[in-house]
């Protein structure tokens, strides 16, 4: 995991869900840019949820771990302790 990523997670634990501004403004040392892209990886990585509140706001939250299985699964992506089925010959 980069540091960005695990300095997000680590505030979203900290504070719960929160606005992406706000987690962009707690994380100076990192540019918007840098958040941002990060912020795009976990959610595409299904480790946190990006949701629009009002027109140009977003909230940023951590998915809960029971959760995080199945979201990899639904993304067609098996977690490492499942095989892929073989093809019947």
Known sequence: M???DATIIDTLRR???CRLDDVVTSLSIFSWGEV????DRLSRDGRVVLSQISYSTYQLSLV???HASSTSI?????PV??????AAS
Do not use: Y
């Not at 302790?81 to 073989?86: F, G, K, L, S, T």
């Open 2 to 4: 980069r540091p960005i």
């Open 15 to 17: 504070t719960g869900p």
């Open 36 to 39: 941002f892209d990060a912020v």
């Open 64 to 66: 809960p771990q029971s």
């Open 74 to 78: 639904q993304m067609g992506q098996l």
């Open 81 to 86: 302790n499942m095989a892929r089925p073989q």
